[in-house]
């Protein structure tokens, strides 16, 4: 039975960071930026005809303004959410508590904290989610389907289902899934109420078995059970089209050519491109090849670590701390070993999609070691564009390892002597095996493009 507050979209995106985003000009002109990704080419695959709504939360004083003024974008809502709200529900809920559970982050001095401070920021979880089910209650035709996105939205499921029962409800989870006694961190009647959220879908989504498997032993050992929701699978893999046709752009080849300048003659390069945040692990990587560079001399002068690290969530100060710590490390390694004609890591701190393409172009050697990640699509993109064949370290605790492990060499993340070892494997790797290797990764990493893996997630949710 469709409510009668029912819309025209027949499928709904919901997730915290919307398809585009503005930036306001001192003049007060409002200036668009369109985001790429997984999500965004999967919806456009959608079509027009399907009348098909994303619906996200404005993020910025940009966004907001775009909203008071009603500029946007056909296809998109953005939702003028109370900035505290936001704020408390996005930093203090999402990115400094869920983010934490699933990605196992806890550690001294880095501990939970689930005081009064806390129970405030959930509140505001609450109504930041309420306002998202609201608005897609509001926005959804009779019998629509709605694929609601990640940590920051796991109530929504629950509360859309109140609201309008006639909807198909879908939920993605792109993180990991923490295992039961990590996830039993979390306050018990928290912990429930995330679970009951997500299971007002009626199907739900994560990336590997291994993270539907954990959050499914979660329901077992907190509600007895997963209610008879549907769960399923979908590996996103790399866009092969998009990122050959972008990776060969005259923006590309100018910083391939610059980056060659910076890097010099004849020297290996060990690549990373991250966000600048604590699941990725960057220290641990510059620690990994600081050793290789102390155990294994000859590669002094002959090597050079190219490290993007993206700042991210500067808004709080586990974010800024691990940022700065990022730089301090890298610069260490350069006092330490750089020479006149050689600086051993290349830290570059402003994310350039270009640059980062002409990175991976070039890279002998890919460093992907996160402590734990959902996926990880560098790991998946680099061997799609690489010129000349680049040999994958990767973490077994990124999602995509399940996919890539034949072809990779494995590392724990923990282990930096382990990493530092397999960068010198890495690095000695004879070419030939190096371009057949990159050949069958760059083929498991795009078995599932974005738009076929949000058509599967589509159809699944629609078929009984
Ligand atoms: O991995 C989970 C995720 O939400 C991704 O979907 C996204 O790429 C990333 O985190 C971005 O985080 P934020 O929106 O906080 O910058």
């Not at 990590?182 to 009951?196: G, S, V």
């Amino acid at each position: 039975m469709a409510s009668e507050q029912a819309g025209a979209a027949q499928v709904l995106v919901a997730s915290n960071r919307g398809p585009v985003t503005y930036s306001l000009g001192a003049d007060g002109t409002l200036d668009a930026k369109r985001g790429g990704g997984g999500l965004v080419s999967g919806l456009s695959a959608v079509g027009d005809e399907a009348d098909a709504l994303w619906v996200c939360a404005a993020l910025g004083e940009g966004d907001r303004e775009a909203v008071r003024r009603g500029v946007g974008e056909p296809g998109v809502r953005m939702l003028d959410i109370d900035a505290d709200v936001h704020a408390a529900a996005y930093n203090g809920v999402a990115n400094s508590v869920l983010w934490f559970v699933h990605h196992m982050l806890y550690q001294t001095p880095l501990e939970p904290a689930f005081g009064p401070e806390f129970r405030a920021q959930w509140a505001a979880y609450e109504t930041y989610n309420r306002a998202f089910a609201d608005a897609l209650a509001g926005e959804a035709a009779p019998g629509a389907a709605v694929l609601v996105q990640d940590y920051h939205l796991a109530l929504v499921p629950g509360m859309l289902r109140e609201l309008r029962p006639d909807l198909r409800i879908g939920h993605f989870s792109h993180t990991p899934w923490a295992p039961v006694d990590y996830f039993r961190l979390l306050p018990d009647d928290i912990a429930e109420q995330l679970l009951r959220g997500m299971l007002g879908a009626d199907r739900l989504g994560f990336l590997t078995g291994r993270w539907a498997d954990a959050f499914t032993a979660c329901c077992v050992a907190v509600l007895g059970g997963t209610s008879g929701t549907r769960i399923g699978v979908h590996g996103l893999g790399a866009d092969a089209d998009f990122l050959r046709e972008r990776a060969r752009r005259a923006d590309v080849e100018e910083r391939l050519a610059a980056l060659r300048e910076q890097i010099g003659p004849d020297r290996k390069v060990i690549v990373r491109v991250d966000r600048t945040e604590l699941s990725k692990n960057i220290v641990r990587g510059l620690r990994a090849y600081e050793q290789l560079l102390a155990d294994r001399p000859e590669w002094r002068g002959r090597v050079v670590h190219v490290a993007f690290a993206y700042p991210s969530r500067q808004d709080l100060a586990v974010y800024r701390d691990y940022t700065t710590e990022v730089s301090r490390v890298a610069d260490a390694i350069n006092s330490a070993y750089g020479t006149e004609g050689w600086t051993p890591v290349v830290l570059h701190v402003k994310d350039d999609f270009a640059r980062s393409l002409a990175a991976y172009r070039l890279a002998d050697v890919a460093l992907v070691n996160p402590i734990r990640d959902g996926m990880n699509l560098v790991a998946k993109e680099v061997p799609v564009v690489s010129d000349e064949g680049c040999v994958l370290v990767l973490s077994r605790e990124a999602g995509a390892h399940e996919e890539l492990s034949e072809d990779a060499l494995t590392v724990n993340p923990y282990d930096v002597s382990a990493t530092s070892v397999a960068l010198h494997e890495a690095l000695l790797m004879p070419p030939a095996e190096r371009a057949e290797r990159t050949k069958r990764l760059a083929a498991a990493a795009t078995a599932l493009p974005p738009t076929q893996w949000f058509l599967d997630q589509l159809q699944a949710l629609t078929t009984p």
